[in-house]
């Protein structure tokens, strides 16, 4: 039995991850199901496909993942079942599994075709992606899902790395989609007219002073030493930075 991992923007609040994880723990009795993150980027999969990235290789190799950031939901937009360098993603033909692919080593793609007996237009994360995820746990391979092999929707014109928001967290400390490994240390943060450099981490500056770090996942992150970073810059999801090399 697989562990079961739950990726969405549900929400912990209201009824829905509740609802998911009703289902896996009908459908499959005994498989840990993980709460990886709930707030995930709203209606946006192209910030969510940075980030699933950044956070995946902290997860067990064995791990079945719900992703579901899916505002095309009841669409034409097909169900996947993604294996992704021995890891599954079960989860919408959005692109938010991109930057996984793309930086895989190998991965093979399926369009679940099963339906069940009562499918929601709006709910597709407990209805279809839930039951596929808890046979993926159980051992079950795609075939006998009901899934036949295709290849996903590839938005080849998503950068490598994204130099915008792609997350604010409880702190207001600000995710980009760019991995730090990929920016020299003397870059340049440009948000509007303020221009800020590289710190190891927040004591490094005064209190209230704002910077970029490489953060626990491995993404350029933008911070106020004790205050938000989010408020002081006024940075949300979505909200373009500018590298500037020095």
């Not at 791990?63 to 505002?71: K, L, N, Q, S, T």
């Not at 989010?230 to 590298?243: H, R």
Request: hydrophobic letters at 45%.
């Amino acid at each position: 039995m697989h562990p079961i991992g739950l990726f969405t923007d549900f929400g912990v609040a209201g009824p829905y991850l509740g609802q998911v994880r009703g289902v896996l723990l009908e459908q499959a009795p005994g498989a840990p199901v993980l709460d990886l993150m709930a707030d995930a980027p709203a209606f946006h999969p192209q910030a969510a496909a940075y980030l699933l990235a950044a956070l995946v290789p902290e997860w067990p190799k064995s791990m079945v993942v719900v992703a579901v950031v899916d505002p095309g939901v009841g669409g034409d937009r097909l169900p996947l079942i993604v294996e992704v360098d021995g890891r599954w993603f079960v989860g919408p033909d959005n692109g938010l599994f991109e930057m996984l692919l793309r930086r895989a080593d190998h991965w093979r793609c399926w369009a679940v075709t099963w339906r069940p007996s009562r499918l929601s237009a709006s709910f597709h994360g407990r209805d279809l992606f839930a039951p596929v995820a808890a046979r993926l746990a159980q051992g079950e391979p795609p075939e006998r899902i009901g899934a036949r092999r295709v290849e996903p929707f590839r938005p080849g014109d998503w950068p490598d790395d994204l130099a915008e928001v792609v997350y604010v967290d409880c702190y207001g400390n600000v995710m980009t989609g760019v991995r730090a490994s990929q920016v020299a240390d003397t870059t340049l943060v440009r948000v509007g007219a303020s221009r800020l450099g590289r710190a190891g981490t927040f004591s490094d500056h005064p209190v209230g002073m704002p910077f970029w770090y490489e953060n626990s996942i491995g993404l350029l992150e933008v911070a106020v030493n004790q205050g938000s970073a989010s408020t002081v810059l006024k940075l949300d999801v979505g909200k373009k930075i500018a590298l500037e090399n020095v």
